[in-house]
């Protein structure tokens, strides 16, 4: 890890990185960021002050565990919901339940975000895009599959740590379009 100004820069291994190319755009924990050099098995990103205020990025040290995510390619399915990699808001994992199989997790997040979430809907935490239910005015549950589960960092989480929201982008502009009237 390194700084620069209020840019922090990250050297991240992944066994994906040799595959990377300088100027690709990966989804970390649901943040995009910016593949600036590769280097075998690691490459290193960079993150802006914006990105560091709204994100988890700066409780990140050696031995984080991060979701890492390729850009969708067109010519492919789109399992799940349309997922840019612009963190919204972080959130706190509030309780975790052991269902017998599966994980429930429910997520405590900024009240001001309350309208763009609804029963049912599409949320993405952490860069995983998920079914939102049991929908509050700051809260939501979300389960968690035991293959999600296994590969993902939602098998390292505990009460209390942050974790990326992106909300639903059609939901997003949806609500733009009706603020304007």
Not at 4 to 15: D, V
Request: glycine letters at 6%; a positive charge.
């Amino acid at each position: 890890m390194g700084t620069a100004g209020t840019n922090k820069s990250f050297w991240i291994e992944s066994p994906l990185a040799s595959s990377f190319k300088v100027d690709q755009s990966i989804a970390h924990s649901g943040v995009c960021l910016t593949v600036e050099d590769v280097r075998d098995n690691i490459y290193k990103v960079t993150a802006v002050e914006e990105t560091l205020k709204k994100t988890n990025i700066q409780q990140w040290k050696p031995e984080t565990h991060i979701n890492i995510e390729r850009s969708l390619l067109i010519t492919g399915r789109l399992d799940g919901h349309f997922v840019q990699g612009h963190t919204d808001t972080v959130a706190s994992c509030k309780k975790i339940r052991d269902r017998a199989g599966s994980h429930e997790f429910e997520i405590e997040f900024p009240k001001k975000f309350s309208d763009l979430i609804i029963e049912k809907g599409s949320i993405c935490v952490n860069g995983v895009s998920l079914t939102a239910f049991n929908v509050k005015k700051h809260s939501f549950t979300v389960t968690i599959i035991p293959f999600t589960f296994e590969h993902t960092n939602f098998q390292f989480l505990k009460k209390g740590d942050l974790v990326n929201l992106e909300f639903d982008m059609i939901g997003k502009y949806i609500l733009r379009k009706l603020s304007l009237k």
